[in-house]
């Protein structure tokens, strides 16, 4: 399925989102630094931002059709806060090891799945066409 215009451009950073996932997944004792970089690199140019847009723009969106305590809704926030967490630990520690850095990219890679194949289409079927419009334009407001 398509996914909507309001939604298509979080969806492309969820992209992005997976490939880091994935590199910190894949990383070993000879890659670790460097996995670390990149998603320290990741996280400081847009990561923490789409999180701050999701919380600031999407999800009051999507609180007007659902309750704000929908499990889903629920689920996006604490694992906003939990993956934040675990980004300010790699930034501390320099040497951040192997098993942190695969357990970050497990978590990352399995909140960007459930937004994808949860919130998304959650947001998509409650909300009208009219709104998903309204939605695109704050969104972009957003990110500029």
């Given at each position: 399925?398509?996914?909507?215009?309001?939604?298509?451009?979080?969806?492309?950073d969820?992209?992005?989102?997976?490939?880091?996932?994935?590199?910190?997944?894949?990383?070993?004792?000879?890659?670790?630094?460097?996995?670390?970089?990149?998603?320290?690199?990741?996280?400081?140019?847009?990561?923490?931002?789409?999180?701050?847009?999701?919380?600031?723009?999407?999800?009051?969106a999507?609180?007007?059709?659902?309750?704000?305590?929908?499990?889903?809704?629920?689920?996006?926030?604490?694992e906003?806060?939990?993956?934040?967490?675990?980004?300010?630990?790699?930034?501390?520690?320099?040497?951040?090891g192997?098993?942190?850095?695969?357990?970050?990219?497990?978590?990352?890679?399995?909140?960007?799945?459930?937004?994808?194949?949860?919130?998304f289409?959650?947001i998509?079927?409650?909300?009208?066409?009219?709104?998903?419009?309204?939605?695109?334009?704050?969104?972009?407001?957003?990110?500029?």
């Amino acid at each position: 399925m398509k996914r909507s215009d309001a939604l298509a451009e979080l969806s492309r950073d969820h992209h992005q989102g997976l490939v880091v996932a994935q590199r910190l997944n894949r990383a070993t004792g000879d890659s670790a630094a460097a996995a670390r970089e990149v998603f320290l690199r990741f996280w400081d140019d847009e990561g923490h931002q789409h999180f701050r847009i999701e919380e600031d723009v999407l999800l009051p969106a999507i609180a007007h059709r659902v309750a704000p305590t929908h499990e889903a809704v629920v689920r996006v926030l604490t694992e906003h806060v939990d993956i934040r967490r675990r980004a300010a630990d790699v930034a501390a520690d320099p040497h951040a090891g192997v098993a942190q850095l695969n357990e970050l990219g497990a978590r990352l890679r399995d909140h960007i799945r459930h937004e994808e194949q949860a919130l998304f289409p959650l947001i998509e079927q409650a909300l009208t066409d009219d709104e998903l419009a309204e939605l695109l334009e704050a969104l972009e407001r957003a990110e500029e």
